[in-house]
């Protein structure tokens, strides 16, 4: 089968606008229900039977997520259903990966873990909890949803079983956190997850939860009232306001052309010759809110929630829709003050549910820059605005380079919102990880009052480099150049390894070390050979093996 | 070039058999310095130039650390050096790499990460510290190689730079250990290491020392001079006898043949038609040294260390040499209150320094076992060992099944030796990883008294499965051959995913993150395709890449 990624993929949706799932409110709870049609999927190489999933499946997955948070505060507790008798999930869709590109797989694996992440992170920091209702088959990425989810309760009717069967049937992995979450989150013993691993029947009953693979297992005729029964317990303690409103998130409405894609906030043009994208966020303009009723009022439209779903919708579209853009060159503008108005408003009423959902939604998508696999540069010049939340992009950034002008107008600045608020995978922040060697330094420079000119923040460490006029244009000409004749995937590899510098924690070892093994597996002709356990799997004939281990 | 590996490989060597090192001792300083034979690589595909190396000059300076640990207990600091002038180290030999097969550079790169991990656990745990002089180019594995010591010593002449130009030369990373060791051990700022990590002519001088990439520089007229003084300074603290003797490695000589290594202690039979290895442990038999006169005395012929000797030369000949042998049993056999006895003498004269270096050497064996990409089991029947020490063994397998025996004489038993001397690279114990989700337990079992027979330890949690006489014919078998069928790829990268549960360390992220980024890189056309580049490195030409990033 030939390899045809579906392009360009749109991840803007919304529920009216949902395939594969119904999402329903009952107070408190909410039930968002998996019904994948068959015939919906992003490619018409494939039918997602049996609640299988693809990358479209999970967008509208990580769309729900998301506005139950910004648009339903009165929800805490989630419980993801199916709507397919005897199905919960049959996991992700074989016949998508099997057509897919290596880039995709690598691609849609990220994105899915991304979302189960963002589960979590809702459950962790925003008094949202999740409850998978495993209600019949819950097998491979169906179990890895369920993994995510605070609690797994499964139906107990002789036949229903978790499974993650990828090894066994495909020789690949259960590479969206299953094989991490089944021995760090819910700490399996590791003997019993090697042999779980193993079986493609899986594990039901008593055994899956003496194993601690689920939390509990009710018969038939108890399950949905125990479904219940379990969300309610799971709502009660949430911070989160008793009743709404929330605020609505409207479509982003970008324009899409083939040399740009412009939003409110954020623009990004692509030099397909230089292979980069050139990626500008705009400072706001004039009086911003001040205070949570301002900021309710503002809803979709305030800036630091705008400018930062922009932000992440771009990058979404720049790792699907341009794979040969390798350079994102980082640029702000605009008036530094205002960011740093905005930040001490976020800082100032973080227990408020709603800034605290825009904190948190900046601190994610920020992770999700850190994770692109991209080469990123921030370009610092004049009348830019690297002010605070905006100056983690330059922090996120490989390199830096700001402009030292001689009038010394050209400065950055730091704000509350350095000094933890938007902490990277590995739990620290992108200051902290900067000045490992110095672990004092950054509660020191967020102290320091005032802006910083090139050559003080030079002398901080803040920039990499801060060439002045007569060096500026060849020097950033020059390493743009030099970063587009490397090899891609040596780059890929150089940034994973040097961006997570640092302890490493549950999230950080899906990116790190599962994914890294699968990306190598799904490379491999015992996978994705013509005899390879994900070609064949389905087809006439058996897998056939170079049996050297490696 | 034909992908040609050199095997089989033996990884026994001494100072009189040298061909790319001299090892010189003055009082507490040895200088072990790399004079790499040019002609004398393991293959004659290919010239050691410029001090590069091969597996073989690795194998060397592994032996030399540990010889000098065992040997030479009067030795307190080590000068890593180079005896060619202008040259401290070219790193791993380009031409080995591009005619090596992707199994053997995997194989090539986690012996010498083990090598330079040798070299910290020397430092860090046994007094002797090392002191890398470089005289001259230091590049890629050079510089990991400086890395792994304690301090780096730079000649400053206007030319002499460390550097790690794997990326931009060759299109892979710095894999044994060098991009981590720049962010987590040095701290280097993650921007400049960035930057560093691009730059095919490295950094030099005073700048070195700035990004902590060096402790120092000294100009040639004083390098000689500085260098002698850092490594008296390094050796003052340390907590290593003052004089010798130490005992004398001699070596193993093993019997092999085509389907059997035999040892004095263990003994591994292969069978190539169910690809597998079979690995016995016997335990010692007649009375044990009881105390550290008595193990001096006893030299390398102690069992503890003789049987750890032997089963890690195993290991290493089953990896290199027995690629398809996929499945390791592991069995133990003899009395096991001699093993018993043995760790309780161990744990007694912990700060005896042969002692110590025995229990280390016993740990680092281990955790060689952990980082052998072969699925393990443990098989626990009658008349076993599985003691204390041994049970790591156990421990250690993805699975072990105990023989439940109907008069219960089949047991194993724990010693001090599981409850934290011997841990994993995560710096857990292997009963702390195993029992995550209950950290009391561990403590309650090493505590237990007694033995546990076949119920008791199922019901512990200590072994996955006891089936009975009536089952357990059929149950390994079956187990056995199911894990025989699957993909090689997919069980190493279950394996490596199940086995680190828990906490990473800067040793479980050079193998679990940056090892599986590189063995990816290694599997990408972008390096080793037709045009790629570690392809064509040295070669008429440039590299061709596919520029969809991943």
């Known amino acids: ?112 873990n991304e979302t189960r992440l963002a589960i979590e992170d809702a459950s962790q920091h925003s008094g949202l909890k999740f409850l998978a209702a495993l209600n019949g ?76 693979l689920v939390d509990a297992v009710y018969p038939t005729s108890q399950f949905k009232d125990a479904i219940q029964k379990h969300a309610r317990t799971l709502a009660a303690p949430s911070d989160r306001p008793a009743g709404g409103p929330g605020i609505t998130l409207r479509p982003l409405n970008p324009t899409v052309t083939e040399s740009a894609i412009t939003y409110s906030a954020v623009s990004v043009t692509f030099n397909r010759h230089k292979r980069t994208a050139e990626l500008t966020v705009h400072a706001p303009s004039g009086p911003q809110p001040s205070t949570p009723d301002d900021i309710l009022n503002a809803g979709d439209q305030f800036w630091a929630l705008r400018a930062f779903r922009e932000l992440d919708d771009a990058l979404l579209r720049l790792r699907l829709n341009e794979p040969e853009l390798g350079t994102i060159i980082i640029r702000t503008d605009g008036e530094i003050d205002n960011v740093l108005a905005i930040d001490r408003t976020l800082a100032a009423h973080q227990s408020h549910w709603l800034v605290r959902e825009i904190v948190h939604f900046m601190k994610r998508t920020l992770k999700r820059l850190d994770l692109t696999s991209r080469s990123l540069f921030a370009f610092i010049e004049s009348r830019s605005a690297f002010g605070g939340s905006l100056f983690e992009l330059a922090l996120a950034a490989d390199r830096s380079y700001m402009f030292h002008d001689d009038d010394e107008k050209n400065v950055i600045a730091l704000s509350a919102m350095n000094g933890g608020l938007l902490p990277m995978s590995n739990g620290l922040s992108r200051l902290q990880v900067r000045f490992l060697a110095d672990p004092e330094k950054p509660a020191s420079l967020v102290a320091h009052d005032g802006p910083f000119n090139a050559a003080d923040a030079a002398e901080a460490g803040l920039v990499t480099f801060a060439p002045d006029e007569i060096d500026w244009d060849d020097e950033v000409r020059l390493a743009v150049e030099a970063r587009a004749a490397f090899s891609p995937d040596a780059l890929t590899g150089l940034e994973a390894n040097l961006r997570f510098a640092g302890p490493e924690t549950m999230e950080t070892k899906i990116f790190g070390r599962l994914t890294a093994w699968q990306n190598w597996i799904f490379q491999r002709p015992n996978a994705v050979g013509e005899k390879g356990a994900l070609k064949v799997y389905g087809q006439q004939g058996r897998p056939e093996f170079d049996w050297k281990r490696t």
């Open 1 to 112: 089968m030939a390899h045809t990624d579906p392009s360009p993929v749109s991840f803007e949706t919304s529920p009216d606008q949902y395939r594969h799932w119904k999402l329903q409110i009952d107070g408190a709870v909410a039930t968002l229900s998996m019904d994948v049609r068959e015939d919906a999927g992003l490619s018409p190489d494939y039918r997602l039977k049996l609640n299988s999933y693809d990358l479209g499946v999970d967008i509208e997955l990580a769309d729900a997520v998301q506005r139950l948070r910004f648009e339903h505060p009165e929800v805490h507790a989630v419980v993801i259903a199916s709507a397919k008798e005897r199905i919960f999930c049959a996991g992700a869709n074989i016949m998508m990966l099997r057509a897919s590109t290596h880039a995709w797989k690598v691609n849609f694996c990220k994105f899915t």
């Open 137 to 212: 088959i819950c097998a491979g990425g169906g179990y890895e949803l369920a993994l995510a989810c605070d609690e797994i309760v499964l139906v107990d009717d002789g036949n229903s079983a978790v499974s993650l069967p990828e090894a066994p049937l495909l020789g690949v992995l259960p590479g969206t956190g299953g094989l991490t979450r089944v021995v760090d989150k819910r700490h399996v013993r590791r003997d019993l997850a090697d042999y779980f691993s193993t079986l493609v029947e899986g594990v039901k009953g008593k055994r899956a939860v003496e194993w601690r």
